[in-house]
Every structure is written in C-alpha cells, then in structure tokens.
C-alpha cells in the first residue's frame, strides 16, 4: 500500500461513526418503487426488473451490488453512501452475472465516498445513465464504466482517486458531458473504447495531475482506441503531483502537468477546446512507448488520423516536471502515425514548429 493510500484511509477511518441512516417510513408505495427504510441492498434486493429505489437522505454505511436489469437509484440531496469503516472494494457495484449482461441501469444523485476501490463500478452493461452523482476519495477509480455501451455520464463530480476519476474501459457508444474532475491523478481516461460513439464534451478537469488521457494499453480485449471525440472541454492547471510509485503501474511514467494526452488512438476529433495553465505540456499526441507496446503484438502502437482544429491551447509548458523525458508545448506531437492533422489552433509553441494540415 503506497503511502498516500494508508493516509487517505487512516483519515477516514477517524471519521466512522455508529450513527444510523435515516430512514422514511413507506407510505404504501407502488409496487415498482421501493423507498430505502433500512438498507440500501435490502431495498435493491427487494426491486423488480424496471423498477425504482428511492433513497432518503442519510449516511449509508455499506456496499451495494446490483444485478437487477431496469433498476433506478434515485437519491435525495445529502444522501451518502460511506466505505470509511467497511472493507468492501467498491461502493455501488452495477454486475451481471458471469456470461451475461444488464441493461437499463440508472443512478441519479447519491455520494459516494472513502471506497477502497471504486466509487461506482459498472461491468457488462448497456444503456445505462449516472447522473448527479459525487465520488470522493475512492481510491483507484470514482467512476469506473468497463465493457459496457450505450451510456451516458453526466454533470457528476469525481475527486480524491489516486487513479482516475472518471474511467471508461472497452466500452461503445459512451456519452460524457458536463462533468467535474479534480484532485485525481487522472481525471478523464477513455481506454480500448471503440467503434460507434465515444464522445467527451463539455466537461472541466482542473488540478489532477493530469487533466485527461485517450490511449491504448497492452492485455484487454480490445486492441484500438477508435473514434472518439473530444470538444468543448476545458482542461486547465492539472499540476497536482502524481502519486503513483509502483514501477509496474504506467501511471507512474507519466508526468504531471499535462492537459490532454492522446496515446496510439486512431480517428480521434479534438475540437473547440480550452487547455491552458498545465506546467508540462497542453496536448500531446504520441506513439504507445515500444517497450510497453512490446507486451502486445496486435497493437498497432501509433496515433493515427488524429484531427486536432479550433482549439485554444496556450500558456502551458511554463514549469515542466522533471519526470518528463520528451519535449515540452502548448501542443506536442512526436510525428508518428498516419493521417494526423492540425489547424486553426491558437498556440503560442509547438513541438515540431509545423504540423500538417488539415
């Protein structure tokens, strides 16, 4: 356990309390709504497909699993779900059962903090919606959406994970729109999603280590990174330093100080965006390291056909972190790949001087 790990838990743990939920009582329901009076499992245990679990405010002192198709969590204000006294992995696990698939999962509202793992955790699941929801302190991943499809995550709030706040894994046609990333070492990262719809927009990451990351890695699934857009953002001081050590995690390899990182993606759109004030390095669209790329023969480890138009991306680059190996700018490229392309940018250096255009 990393240092910054065992500080962040030990904090939490001072603030457990014995206190019990709130509760309301029910005032005979419909069928296909089931009000929280105890626990929140108890509730979703007791749902039908399609139905909804409304939750009163009040601190929750549990994990949850769902496996129910067609569920709602529907959250009243100051309603937390709390993981500082308990030793379960994730707060809200959204799962099928081995072999098979959910479909229709949606949570609205809730906070979810002090997890050791993941905040909210989704795996083989499609159409789906997380909304208004807080993730705080949950110590890989806040939101963590991984094989699903048609989703959409938005005006929520991720801070506090010593990995990513909002992560989207091998996953299809995945809308993220007007949410907040801060206090994260990542704060957005689309990886080996492809195909369909992959769209980020509108959204702010500010002080993370690094604001956001479009990449392929080694071992899953899938192989590409294909088809994302990424507009309207804004993607500003991401300085914080960048807690990993291990030297097995390539989050350690990258430095802080970055806005947006783009890795061996192909048709990616980076447009109408804002990325300023990052001390490394605004944007930079790279090659897959070789020695990492070697872990996986059926990667094609470069960026191509990469379209970068209107955005404004200056004042970076001011104090670049010693761990950074490779050149520092407003905007990087290090001329690998296929079909990348530049143009109406407002930059004040790049690295090279020119770019092909678009």
Known sequence: MSGSRAIILAAAALACSSAA???????????????VTSTIQAAVDAARPGGTVVIPPGVYRESVVITTDRLTLRAAPGTVLDGACLTGADGLRVTAPTGARLTGFELDGLTVRNFNRNGVFLRDVDNYRITGTVTRNDLDYGIFPVRTSRGRIDHTTSSGSLDTGLYIGQSTDIELDHNVETGNTIGIDAEASDRVHLHLHHNLATRNAIGAVAQVVPGLSRTTTDGTVIDHNVFTANNAANPSTDPNDLLTRLPNGLGLLVVATDHTTVQDKIITA??????????????????DPRIDPFPNNVHVTGNIVTGNAHHPSPQ????TADIVWDTTGLGNCWSRNITDSTVPPTFPHC
């Open 324 to 327: 950074n190996a490779g050149p």
């Open 21 to 35: 939920p709130s509760s309301m009582p029910a005032a005979a329901p419909p069928p296909s709504v089931v009000v």
């Open 278 to 295: 990052n001390q490394t390095t605004g944007m930079a669209v790279v090659q897959l390291p070789p020695d990492i790329a070697a872990f």
